[in-house]
């Protein structure tokens, strides 16, 4: 038979595919994508020293610390080995100082990449801008932070009121059991979100717990009758 002979139309990998669509959705609402060693070394990152001004050698590491405001250095720093030491979600918000020299507020997610038998291979995750409303919310939660904040003798002196487990507070304030023993930890607290803290402030409430703050004292608590 006579005719011209076609190419077969090729045929585009679904794995592929579907990576480049989730890598431009990441792109287009990330401002940040970012990986780290197992072990909790952030690598190098053209999109950290394009934000930051920041060499290669200078963010390596732990060096992309340096970049974060003083003011939350520490605070993210432990929530960072927090997420690495317990294998868990990292979610955090501070002000990274920009190539501009002006501090601006960022959501910092990662999640571990775990191997087939479990152990972590790498992790990896994106800042995230908060702008407008939120921005402002962000603030207003830190400069609260120190006044009406919960304390771990609080956390624990209500969940012995209530005869409550951690299992029994994770579940109430829809907080992970880790997050709820950092909560109580006085060493790791400033590691929590404030608005986790907040969560399980609000579950105790729901059930009856009244908590009290005295300038220059520590914070009480008394459970509430009928």
Request: one cysteine or more.
């Given at each position: ?7 077969p ?6 794995n ?5 669509r989730y ?13 780290a ?24 590491g732990?060096?992309w ?9 520490q605070?993210?720093r432990?929530?960072?080995r ?13 002000r ?5 020299g ?6 910092a ?32 939660v ?9 304390t771990?003798?609080q ?6 009121m ?9 579940e109430?304030?829809d ?36 908590f009290?703050w ?11 009758v009928?």
């Amino acid at each position: 038979m006579g005719g011209t002979l076609q190419a077969p139309a090729s045929v585009e990998d679904p794995n592929e595919l579907a990576h480049e669509r989730y890598s431009a959705l990441v792109r287009a609402v990330a401002t940040v994508v970012w990986t780290a060693t197992a072990d909790g070394g952030t690598r190098v990152g053209s999109d950290w020293t394009g934000l930051t001004g920041q060499t290669s050698r200078e963010m390596a590491g732990y060096g992309w610390l340096d970049a974060i405001h003083p003011d939350d250095r520490q605070r993210t720093r432990e929530a960072w080995r927090t997420a690495v030491l317990h294998q868990g979600i990292y979610d955090t918000d501070y002000r990274i100082r920009c190539a501009d020299g002006i501090h601006r507020w960022f959501n910092a997610r990662g999640a571990p990449v775990l191997a087939r038998d479990g152990t972590i291979r790498e992790w990896v995750g994106v800042c995230l801008p908060i702008t407008g409303s939120k921005r402002f919310e962000v603030d207003r939660v830190s400069a609260e932070a120190g006044l009406g904040r919960l304390t771990t003798e609080q956390v624990r002196g209500a969940r012995a009121m209530l005869g409550w487990t951690i299992e029994r507070l994770s579940e109430e304030a829809d907080l992970s059991p880790s997050t709820v023993a950092r909560i109580e930890d006085a060493a790791r607290i400033d590691s929590v979100r404030p608005s986790k803290v907040d969560a399980a402030r609000r579950a105790f409430e729901r059930n009856g717990v009244i908590f009290t703050w005295t300038t220059g004292t520590r914070g009480g608590l008394s459970l509430r009758v009928g």
